[in-house]
């Protein structure tokens, strides 16, 4: 015969994604960022806050790209289809930023 087990009491469930965003040891984000609307305006404020911290373990595009990624991962299916296609932007514009900090460091060193 089977003997039964006591039922666990409900707890509420572990935000630690949530915390990882808010606490990250990596980047000091800008509050409430994945929530604008605006890519470019998102990808600056990633771009920046990577570039500011010195904290963080890669270089600041990688950095602000791995953060951007976590956020869309964590998001998963709930995260709304626009939310998703701004963030997708958002990644966009983050390469061209990077692209354009490269090519004004190769100009620098050209000279």
Sequence with gaps: MA????AKPASRPRKWSRRVTRESDALDLTP?????RDPKRIARSLQRSADRSRRRKA??????MSMLNFYINRGGRQLPAERRRILARTKTELRKLHEKKLRGTQ???AK
């Design 3 to 6: 003997t039964k087990r006591a």
């Design 107 to 109: 100009k620098s060193h």
């Design 32 to 36: 409430r960022v994945f929530t604008w």
């Design 59 to 64: 270089k600041p595009y990688q950095s602000a």
